[in-house]
């Protein structure tokens, strides 16, 4: 009697094995041959004085660029966003998915910036 339930009992833990080994997609045909990892495609080119909105922040956060540099904003989040410089120089407006804003920086100096509609996302862009 005792043999036959240690029995059920090592079926039954086996039986929950295989289920846990399966459902993690292990398997048991697994093969040991590393695979390849699929490349992935950059979601922006690398744009030089860029900066895109994305996941509710500006990246970069920082950016330093010369005098006379164009500025450009891309919003990759499915919210609209704005971009505001916090002493009123300039102000987007509402940047749906794939929209852009560019501003020109004819002066140096260090210019904070922020989403208007989620003052939160916070950027510095410092001109030279």
Known sequence: MQINLMGRALLVV???????AVSAGLGFAQSTMPMPMPMQKQTVAQTPNA????????????????????????????????????????RSAALDQNDTYQFKFDKPGVYRIFCGIHPNMKATITVQ
Not at 14 to 20: H, K, N, P, V
């Open 14 to 20: 086996l039986g929950s094995l295989a289920i846990l």
């Open 51 to 90: 900066i895109v909105i994305k996941n509710f922040m500006f990246m970069p956060m920082a950016l330093t660029v010369k005098v006379g540099s164009t500025v450009t904003w891309k919003n990759l989040d499915g919210e609209p966003h704005t971009v505001v410089n916090d002493a009123g120089m300039f």
